[in-house]
């Protein structure tokens, strides 16, 4: 999966990122105040508006149950890697991976529903389903996933943990969205925030959305993409 992403360029320049977001934190604002709760904040009304519309967070996507199903189809094959934590150049710190192509009955039911809302129908689809299990301290790095290998649309199931996940203008780093993935939501991203954001998993130190320490456990994304067009 590492031809899968380009990290960004503006990666190692961590401490200018930090010092960027405390200027930027009073700027955040709600996507919709009406609606409880928010999963959508940014650094300005306009970018939210503009972007809101090729983000999508579905919360409870997935039951218990369902993430029971794919713990027990998941969890025996990951068992038996280790989490990869001292590759200083990858995009991802803490981290164990697999691909899937065959689902029993009850996961292949879900990943089919979850095709149905990310793709149009009738769009070719990578094949292979994506799994990445990070542990409680692992993090995935801003980074753009590769255009060569993947198209518009990148939808995700987060299980076991909620966790944020942060865009950043690739090349204006000032305009940036914050998403709330909560445990068994469902992510997705499209066109401008797939191909003009870098997207990233905070780490647990860093992991607060609109002003909100939120504790990172132990997380598996299910991730689904298609080709490029
Ligand atoms: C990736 C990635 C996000 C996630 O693997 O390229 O961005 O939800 N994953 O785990
Ligand atoms: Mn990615």
Redesign the pocket.
């Known amino acids: ?1 590492k031809l ?2 380009i990290t960004a360029k503006h990666v190692q320049s961590r401490y200018f990122n930090k010092s960027l977001r405390r200027y930027l934190g009073s700027s955040c604002v709600d996507l919709t105040a009406a609606e409880v709760p928010t999963l959508v904040v940014g650094s300005s009304r306009e970018l939210v508006r503009r972007l809101g519309s090729q983000v999508e967070v579905r919360t409870a996507f997935i039951t218990e149950e369902e993430e029971g199903a794919f713990l027990r189809e998941l969890e025996p094959g990951l068992k038996k890697k280790r989490y990869e934590f001292d590759h200083w150049d990858d ?2 710190h803490g981290y164990r991976e697999t691909e899937r192509t065959t689902w029993g009955p009850a996961c292949q039911n879900i990943l089919n529903r979850v095709r149905s809302v990310a793709f149009e129908a009738g769009s070719s689809l990578l094949g292979p389903v ?1 799994v ?1 299990d ?1 542990d409680k301290a692992g993090y ?1 790095k801003p ?1 753009i ?1 590769s255009v060569k290998f993947c198209g518009s649309t ?1 939808t ?1 199931l ?1 299980l076991l943990s909620d966790c944020v ?1 942060r865009l950043v203008k690739d090349d204006a780093p000032s305009e940036w969205l914050d998403l709330l ?1 909560p445990r068994r939501s469902l ?1 997705i991203l499209r066109n401008q925030a797939r191909y003009d954001f870098t ?1 990233e ?1 905070l780490k647990d130190e860093e992991s607060v959305f609109n002003g909100q320490k939120v504790p990172r456990q132990r997380r598996i ?1 299910v ?1 689904c993409r298609n080709l490029p067009g």
Do not use: K, N, Q, V
Request: charged content about 10%; proline content about 0%; glycine content about 4%.
């Open positions: 999966m899968m992403r995009a991802i994506h990445l990070l995935i980074h996933d990148i995700g987060s996940m993935l992510y997207h998993i994304s991730i």
